[in-house]
């Protein structure tokens, strides 16, 4: 009687553990696939990616937003940047290199997050560096050059 009583118990245990795993596993998939912006990776303009991000190529400059990167960087294949801004309500962040292959390099959402976004990028040649902050359902930019002088993307 206990042999089979824990053999249910465990068979119960093992099914719960499978329900469990597959409702998250497919959780997950459809949380990255709402959230995949396919289009705006793979454009080859800094327009299209905001196009394919946000909707929209219009900004606004904003003194808000402080890139700090490099004025010029020895090797482009780790340029460390970091962007604050001051901006309320701030929702994501991009950062876009005019003349690398496929501009889009990141964007984050920041619900609910402090306004700070670090990274090392990769950059083919010397190019402004665009930090796009979507803040209050308005986009702003910032922009700073970084003279590359060893390409980090093929080159």
Known sequence: ???TQRR????GVLGAV????TGGIGFL???LAAEWPKDAFAAKTVEDALKGLYGTAQTSASGSIKIKAPLQAENGAVVPI??????PSVQSM??????NPT???AQVNLIGSDSFFSARIKMGATSDVYCVVK??????SAKQNVKVTVGGCGG
Request: glycine share 6%; no cysteine; proline share 3%.
């Open 103 to 105: 501009p889009l390099i």
């Open 18 to 21: 499978v329900i469990a795993v």
């Open 8 to 11: 249910t118990l465990l068979k």
């Open 82 to 87: 970091s962007v604050t801004t001051t901006l």
């Open 1 to 3: 009687m206990i042999d």
């Open 29 to 31: 998939k459809r949380a």
């Open 94 to 99: 991009a950062i876009l290199v005019d003349k």
């Open 135 to 140: 803040s209050g359902g308005k986009l702003y």
